[in-house]
């Protein structure tokens, strides 16, 4: 079983960065590939970015790439998403996610879920 706990959401303009953490408890978060997924009101959730176990493979959503930085540190068992240049549009809750496996490709399901953060952009 991991528990994830997301922190770092906020109010902020548009242009501005953010970084969100994930923090897991349990002894297998290092065997976990893990996921950033945001959903805005009234869209389904999507992913944003994925890590494999070891950090040496990542993953982003065209609409993040170049903007956003997944990484992990496991020996203190927690995952980051750098947010710069934020844009209203990445208004959403942000979830954390242990994912089954890493995939170059994108998604993955997802094994375990965190209950979110919000991140609201403002123009």
């Known amino acids: 079983q991991v528990q994830l706990v997301e922190s770092g959401g906020g109010l902020v303009q548009a242009g501005d960065s953010l970084r969100l953490s994930c923090a897991a408890s349990?002894?297998?978060?290092?065997?976990?590939?893990m996921g950033w997924f945001r959903q805005a009101p009234g869209k389904e959730r999507e992913l944003v970015a994925s890590?494999?176990?070891?950090?040496?493979?990542?993953y982003y959503a065209d609409s993040v790439k170049g903007r956003f930085t997944i990484s992990r540190d496991n020996a203190k068992n927690t995952m980051f998403l750098q947010m710069n240049s934020l844009k209203p549009e990445d208004t959403a809750d942000y979830y954390c996610?242990?994912?089954?496996?890493?995939?170059?490709?994108?998604?993955?399901?997802?094994?375990?879920w965190g209950k979110g953060t919000l991140v609201t952009v403002s123009s």
């Open positions: 890590i494999s176990w070891s950090g040496g493979s990542t």
């Open positions: 349990g002894r297998t978060f290092s065997s976990y590939a």
């Open positions: 996610a242990a994912l089954n496996y890493y995939t170059d490709y994108g998604p993955a399901p997802v094994r375990y």
